[in-house]
């Protein structure tokens, strides 16, 4: 795990979904979820991107995406309108 920043995302900052997306696995991740960035990686030879967030218990998760245009490209290059930092208005 790289603990730098991806995008707009910032190393111990919080975040908020602000809007609807479906991860990897297929876990959706609701209006108004909540975690603190802490980290990415990157997996070039599967487009695997990994999200590692923790939640208010603490605990690390990590959220898989595929950066294809036929799974969750899409949202990873759009990922400012899905995810906000807390404390700013969406603008999406």
Do not use: C, K
């Not at 997306?21 to 991740?29: A, E, I, L, M, R």
Request: charged share 20%.
């Amino acid at each position: 795990m790289q603990t730098t920043a991806f995008q707009h995302l910032a190393v111990g900052r919080r975040y908020r979904v602000v809007r609807e997306f479906t991860d990897f696995d297929g876990s959706v991740h609701p209006v108004g979820e909540e975690w603190t960035f802490s980290g990415h990686s990157f997996l070039p030879y599967d487009d695997g991107l990994s999200l590692f967030v923790s939640t208010d218990g603490g605990s690390v998760r990590q959220i898989r995406m595929r950066w294809t245009p036929d799974d969750q490209g899409p949202v990873v290059d759009a990922l400012r309108e899905y995810v906000a930092p807390v404390g700013t208005a969406n603008h999406g």
